[in-house]
């Protein structure tokens, strides 16, 4: 399995520029989580969907951020416009509700910067 | 509400030593809890979960952890640190009983010295 698939790995933008992280969830999976890490913040789960479905979203910041899910294999994440604070690792996880199993997979992550 | 701690920020030890990074929670119903594993520039990596049964869980990597209800604990352990075990660890409590979501500790950063 190729694991879950994130990209761009790295993005450079200047401030007030539209930027869209995309994410490749694993092949079956039926849960998808959006993360944001930074240093002072730590690891913060930005919205989570099932099913292609948002199920939980308080952690999106504000409305500058939305996420969509279209299909089981593919997640979008947005921010417009983009602002200086929003410099952070994305990181989007996957993981197969079922019985015992929650374990989430995670992405190598997006580094972005906004300049 | 579910949480969990981390109650240190960095953890030293020496190559060759038993390691220990420590967890403790706080869940409403049975806990579901895991550990995960982060190196530089890299995405977390799912080490091993404690959902029933046996208190020791092994994992990857030679680590293990023990799940203890009476202290509401799940600490981290390996017999024999590496150098190349130095990362960024995180435990993880699952959200409630009916979701997927996990929450995180803030993380411990353990270093190993040879």
């Known amino acids: 399995d190729a694991g879950v698939i994130q990209s761009p790995r790295h993005e450079v933008t200047e401030m007030g520029q539209e930027v869209t992280l995309r994410c490749k969830p694993i092949?079956?999976?039926?849960?998808l989580f959006w993360y944001r890490q930074t240093m002072m913040r730590g690891l913060e789960l930005l919205i989570y969907?099932?099913?292609?479905?948002?199920?939980?979203d308080s952690g999106m910041p504000e409305d500058r951020f939305s996420a969509k899910m279209p299909n089981a294999s593919f997640s979008t994440l947005k921010i417009q416009p983009s602002e200086p604070r929003d410099s952070a690792v994305y990181f989007c996880?996957?993981?197969?509700?079922?019985?015992?199993?929650?374990?989430?997979?995670f992405g190598p992550g997006t580094r972005l910067t906004v300049t | 509400a579910q949480s969990v701690a981390q109650p240190e920020d960095q953890v030293n030890v020496a190559e060759g030593n038993p390691l220990t990074v420590k967890c403790t929670y706080s869940v409403s119903g049975n806990p579901y809890l895991f550990w995960y594993v982060q190196y530089p520039n890299r995405g977390l990596q799912f080490l091993l979960k404690y959902i029933t049964g046996d208190n020791l869980v092994k994992g990857s990597y030679g680590f293990e952890a023990e799940f203890n209800k009476s202290q509401t604990s799940f600490h981290l352990k390996k017999p024999s640190a590496l150098v190349s075990d130095s990362a960024l660890y995180f435990c993880a409590v699952r959200g409630s009983s009916n979701t997927g979501k996990l929450i995180f500790g803030q993380g411990t950063t353990l270093q190993v010295k040879p």
């Open positions: 969907f099932n099913n292609n479905v948002p199920i939980d």
């Open positions: 092949s079956g999976h039926n849960s």
């Open positions: 996880a996957s993981s197969f509700e079922s019985g015992p199993n929650y374990e989430q997979y």
